[in-house]
């Protein structure tokens, strides 16, 4: 994504943080389902609460993965029904080609797991959550821990230099000890992620709340165009 993407999509997340509590429903009277597979996680009640939050209504809806030809027939018809039922549907951890496959029948928008870890909305969340540490006018660094190569690594450093962060790369905590001005985002244990602003680690419940502020952006993004 470009900068220009990537700090607007902060700044709305921004303003639906500004106006919690008078925001009202903004998304009332739609549907969304959430297409639980074998593998349900617990990142799915967050993308729950998320659409709750902004009004509409979510069903989660147990789904098998399509197997052989008459299986992808069968997801055709299924995913046309769900794209008549709901006004938007996430996939959850279903396989790629399914998820595809659903997006090209359904005539709604589809997402791959919006609020799974390895999702882009992830990475802009954690991006955001640093760059609401930093000054305007002080020069970001940003010490990367962990192998840079994973898909949501490779997004995150992308994104990060983006918009500004001057980033080096590292194996260990230590590597910044005696910097009192570098951001650390420690990957090493995948895929719980570690923020480390240069005064202190980043509490969970601030990077929760910004995740959910960047999924209800896509959310509205989305749904309110179609």
Partial sequence: MAAGDILAIFAAARRLQAHAGTLGKP???????????????????????????LGARVAEVPFAEPA???????????????????DAIDCGTLAPA??????????????AGLALQDHPVQVLA???????????????????????????????????????FEVRLGQHLQAA??????????????????LHSPSNLLDEARRSETHRRVMQTVLLDTMERV
Avoid: C
């Fill in 98 to 111: 399914t998820v595809r496959q659903i997006e090209q029948e359904a005539g709604v928008p589809v997402y």
């Fill in 68 to 86: 052989g030809a008459s299986g992808r027939d069968d997801l055709r018809g299924l995913a046309r029904m769900l794209g008549r039922m709901y």
């Fill in 126 to 164: 954690d991006l955001m959550t640093l760059s609401d540490q930093r000054l305007p006018s002080a020069k970001a660094s940003l010490l990367y821990l962990g192998d840079p190569r994973t898909k949501r690594g490779h997004a995150f450093l992308a994104a990060a230099r983006q918009i500004g």
């Fill in 27 to 53: 998304l009332h009277g739609k549907n969304i389902a959430l297409l639980l597979g074998r593998s349900p996680t617990g990142e799915t009640p967050a993308l729950h609460r998320a659409a709750l939050e």
């Fill in 177 to 194: 000890s005696n910097d009192a001005t570098i951001f650390v985002v420690d990957a090493t244990h995948h895929p719980r992620w570690a």
